[in-house]
């Protein structure tokens, strides 16, 4: 099993909708949660970072992570053409000698105009 | 730009011939992780500078694969006798380490391609 979790997609929605991203991972010593957007042939660009459970919003992104389910999601409201992108999870224990990101495979989402 | 850099942005060898790929991480960031992202396997970590501290190499896959970081700043990954299945997109990321400023900063990676 790996450490986390997350649906390939792809997945695609008309514009304007609400899209729910999700991620499950294994390791109970995560307590960091960032999520990444990545474009084609560019570099992940981080869009939220949350520490342990709860919600935090930006915008028009909301992260949830409910750490007693070991379940991490990224709601997008009102999508746009432009978030047309693949999404990547990534969790991170807490102190310790590293502090390396374990990303999930990450969902491809595309926005139809 | 104050981002992470990366150089070269792509490059092309022929198997069994040495790479070098650099990295120019955020001015002050004193963190520094390199990771491999290939077509299947997703994103995976390679190895993690954190000042003068000894770095963690759990993920390098071989001996084949080295990396430094001079000066507290800018690294260079290594791979000697390049193989094919070392082809892949090598990725750079720099953060601090303390509260949300720990959220890592990607550059746009390196492009490697063996022949």
């Known amino acids: 099993q790996k450490e986390v979790e997350q649906d390939p997609g792809p997945l695609s929605v008309p514009e304007g909708a609400i899209v729910s991203l999700n991620c499950t991972y294994s390791n109970s010593a995560f307590q960091y949660f960032m999520w990444y957007r990545q474009y084609s042939r560019k570099g992940p660009e981080l869009l939220m970072y949350?520490?342990?459970?709860g919600n935090k919003e930006d915008g028009r992104f909301t992260a949830q992570v409910d750490k007693s389910s070991k379940y991490i999601s990224l709601f997008i409201r009102d999508s746009q053409p432009s978030d047309s992108a693949t999404y990547l999870c990534a969790p991170q224990s807490g102190g310790g000698a590293t502090n390396k990101l374990i990303f999930g495979t990450g969902t491809l989402l595309a926005v139809q105009p | 730009g104050a981002g992470v850099s990366q150089s070269p942005s792509n490059k092309v060898t022929e198997k069994g011939k040495d790479v070098e790929l650099r990295c120019d991480p955020i001015?002050?960031?004193?963190?520094l992780y390199w990771y491999r992202q290939s077509l299947g396997q997703g994103l995976e970590f390679l190895i993690y500078?954190?000042?003068?501290?000894?770095?963690?190499k759990s993920g390098l896959p071989s001996d084949r694969f080295s990396a430094e970081r001079t000066g507290g700043s800018v690294s260079t990954l290594t791979i000697q006798r390049t193989q094919q299945e070392d082809s892949a997109v090598y990725l750079c990321a720099s953060s601090l380490l303390e509260g949300a400023q720990r959220a890592q900063h990607f550059g746009d990676g390196t492009r490697l391609s063996i022949l």
């Open positions: 500078f954190q000042g003068n501290s000894a770095p963690d």
């Open positions: 949350t520490y342990s459970s």
């Open positions: 001015s002050g960031h004193t963190a």
